[in-house]
């Protein structure tokens, strides 16, 4: 069974940057497409991006175009999101997650994921 350990997360002021590591263990990675999602107290998980299991595509909300990227390393087997220019708003937790079968489409729907990691807290300061 697959286990993901999200790590990268801490405090960071407005307008800095940061970057959240996913490191996947005991299962497949390389065919599966992943995501990053994020949580705040009292709200549903929030799509962040998605990565195509060869890397070549990439989706991302609306909230984070332009500001964050989605990258990974198979032979690390790690999903990477990288931020910059961050915003209050982005203080969530920010929870990395594997599709449930290894089609090709994008989804930004977290019911298509099934296997997810703990989460990292990321603060965003003024």
């Known amino acids: 069974q697959v286990q993901l350990v999200e790590s990268g997360g801490g405090s960071v002021q407005a307008g800095g940057s940061l970057r959240l590591s996913c490191v996947a263990s005991g299962g497949a990675f390389s065919a599966y497409n992943m995501a990053w999602f994020r949580q705040t107290p009292g709200q549903e998980r929030e799509f962040v991006a998605a990565i195509s299991w060869s890397g070549g595509a990439v989706v991302y909300a609306d909230s984070v175009k332009g500001r964050f990227a989605i990258s990974k390393d198979d032979g690390k087997k790690t999903v990477y999101l990288q931020g910059w220019n961050l915003k209050l708003e982005d203080t969530a937790i920010y929870l990395c997650?594997?599709?449930?079968?290894?089609?090709?489409?994008?989804?930004?729907?977290?019911?298509?994921?099934?296997?997810w990691g703990q989460g990292t807290q990321v603060f965003v300061s003024s």
């Open positions: 997650a594997r599709k449930s079968s290894t089609s090709w489409a994008l989804s930004m729907d977290r019911r298509d994921y099934n296997v």
